[in-house]
């Protein structure tokens, strides 16, 4: 437990009184304490004891911990500590001393990782459903290297094949006046395209690439599907594979697949999974400890067969990860919304960032589970109000960067010199759930959690501040800690979402 971490740290003491992990919760009446836990309950079986006995032997020997105020033993057997205000004094000089640090390097062993988003095909600009494979794809990769990874960020196109054909040919038919093919591509770009000679794929790649800079994602490579498909013999001649049917099979059901995988068919064509193998062969040779795919919905199926290819690469089955995340809706004033003025069934997002601004953009595509369909009210997403959630968390940024403009070289003491207000503790301790916040985002690949806490840490803000005056009152050395360190939470939050942090709003 990282020694930046107060609530880990009082949690790791307890533990260690214990015996067993420990977990700690904030009770929602603050008449049962500043934290509470159940492990009496969970020890009194093994223990032969009834709950209230070991919750009141174990409440004595935490009451002699350093900066436990009060110990209760309630209900069936639950303990509910209350710290006092040094201790939370201390947590909050531990926090200012960290700065945007707090909460981070939480990797017991850092790893290198790479996390391949987007991948989109470059047939067209990237839409608003890729956009979320970008959002999540790049807040899972921040948190890693927050936690102290190293992440590298891949993009993987097809740059060949029936597709790009069809691409290509449908740029060529505008160039000479005529409609594309039936099942080609349509649209203004498509005809922009066509107003430049040469191959339409990398200056479509390159209109990609500065939306999705745009966007906030900066990609440390492009990998191309025909220098893959170039590796294939090589990657399918350490796979276990046999033939059956005129087909050859790789043997994955061997390491964990419901059913074996053809990678060569009975005409001779290499299949996708093929080019898959050769592929995380390539990834693994680059020297990464874990690759993270973030795919659409249309994937669900893959962990298994992905996991079981590193396993027959050699490598641990858990060393692969695929992040499947669900579809975009976007609508206005309860219908379905259609922003894009190139192309009446898609929405690009360039003009979805023209209608709502990158910041909002982000918010909205992160504030779910990746497992739930979004949907996006684009009127609300567009309002720049307190109405509007990402808005109001960089209002509170905004707010205190002003008090610390007009503070000025003022000092700062996060040692309170008066017992504190209920705001005031309140929000001391919600600041210092941030590395614990952090921790399980990033174990459970999970960013949606940090917008749920920043909109926590912004209420308690403003409650604080509309209760208690800052500059110039008797505890202003104090209260100018406090605010300092909301700012850096709040930045450090926005950040990991890749969203800006204002000064003035």
């Given at each position: 437990m990282p020694a930046g971490d107060p609530i880990g740290v009082l949690t790791a003491s307890l533990a260690e009184l214990a015996g067993v992990d420990v977990e700690l919760e904030r009770p929602a009446d603050p008449a049962h304490g500043d934290y509470a836990t159940n492990v009496a309950l969970r020890l009194a079986g093994g223990r032969r004891q009834p709950p209230r006995e070991v919750a009141a032997e174990l409440g004595g020997l935490a009451g002699e911990l350093d900066g436990i105020a009060t110990v209760e033993v309630a209900g069936p057997g639950f303990l509910n500590l209350t710290v006092d205000d040094a201790w939370l004094g201390r947590g909050l000089g531990t926090l200012l001393a960290a700065a945007r640090g707090f909460g981070g390097g939480s990797a017991a062993s850092p790893e290198r990782v790479q996390v391949e988003l987007v991948s989109a095909n470059p047939t067209g600009p990237i839409t608003v459903a890729a956009a979320r494979n970008g959002a999540y794809g790049d807040a899972v990769a921040r948190l890693l290297a927050f936690a102290g990874h190293v992440v590298e960020r891949e993009y993987y196109y097809n740059d060949a094949g029936a597709q790009m054909d069809r691409f290509r040919a449908s740029v060529d038919a505008i160039r000479r006046g005529e409609e594309p093919p039936e099942d080609g591509y349509r649209g203004a770009y498509v005809a922009e395209l066509a107003g430049d000679d040469g191959d339409p794929v990398p200056r479509m790649l390159e209109r990609i690439e500065a939306s999705l800079e745009r966007f906030r994602i900066h990609f440390d490579s492009f990998e191309r599907e025909s220098a893959v498909e170039a590796e294939i013999p090589a990657a399918l001649a350490v796979l276990d594979t046999y033939e059956s049917e005129g087909a050859v099979w790789a043997r994955t059901t061997a390491h964990g697949d419901d059913k074996d995988r053809v990678v060569v068919r009975s005409d001779g064509t290499t299949t996708y999974f093929a080019a898959d193998a050769a592929y995380m062969r390539r990834k693994f040779a680059r020297g990464f400890d874990r690759l993270v795919y973030v795919l659409g919905a249309d994937h669900h199926g893959y962990t298994a067969r992905l996991a079981a290819l590193a396993e027959m690469l050699g490598h641990?089955?858990?060393?692969?990860?695929?992040?499947?995340?669900?579809?975009?809706?976007?609508?206005?004033?309860?219908?379905?919304?259609?922003?894009?003025?190139?192309?009446?069934?898609?929405?690009?997002?360039?003009?979805?960032?023209?209608?709502?601004?990158?910041?909002?953009?982000?918010?909205?595509?992160?504030?779910?589970?990746?497992?739930?369909?979004?949907?996006?009210?684009?009127?609300?997403?567009?309002?720049?109000?307190?109405?509007?959630?990402?808005?109001?968390?960089?209002?509170?940024?905004?707010?205190?960067?002003?008090?610390?403009?007009?503070?000025?070289?003022?000092?700062?003491?996060?040692?309170?010199?008066?017992?504190?207000?209920?705001?005031?503790?309140?929000?001391?301790?919600?600041?210092?759930?941030?590395?614990?916040?952090?921790?399980?985002?990033?174990?459970?690949?999970?960013?949606?959690?940090?917008?749920?806490?920043?909109?926590?840490?912004?209420?308690?803000?403003?409650?604080?501040?509309?209760?208690?005056?800052?500059?110039?009152?008797?505890?202003?050395?104090?209260?100018?800690?406090?605010?300092?360190?909301?700012?850096?939470?709040?930045?450090?939050?926005?950040?990991?979402?890749?969203?800006?942090?204002?000064?003035?709003?």
């Open positions: 641990p089955r858990d060393a692969v990860e695929a992040l499947v995340y669900q579809l975009v809706q976007l609508t206005r004033g309860g219908a379905s919304a259609k922003m894009s003025k190139r192309r009446g069934d898609v929405v690009f997002l360039d003009d979805f960032l023209d209608e709502i601004g990158v910041d909002a953009a982000r918010w909205y595509l992160l504030s779910r589970g990746h497992d739930q369909t979004i949907e996006i009210d684009v009127d609300l997403a567009a309002e720049r109000s307190q109405k509007n959630p990402v808005y109001y968390v960089q209002y509170a940024h905004a707010r205190i960067a002003g008090i610390l403009r007009k503070a000025g070289e003022a000092r700062l003491d996060p040692a309170p010199r008066s017992p504190l207000a209920t705001e005031e503790r309140d929000l001391v301790k919600r600041l210092l759930e941030l590395p614990d916040v952090v921790r399980e985002a990033t174990a459970r690949r999970a960013p949606h959690a940090i917008p749920t806490y920043a909109i926590r840490v912004a209420d308690d803000f403003h409650r604080f501040y509309h209760q208690h005056r800052v500059l110039e009152s008797d505890e202003e050395a104090f209260r100018l800690a406090l605010c300092t360190a909301t700012r850096d939470v709040v930045a450090t939050c926005l950040d990991l979402l890749g969203i800006d942090a204002p000064e003035r709003m």
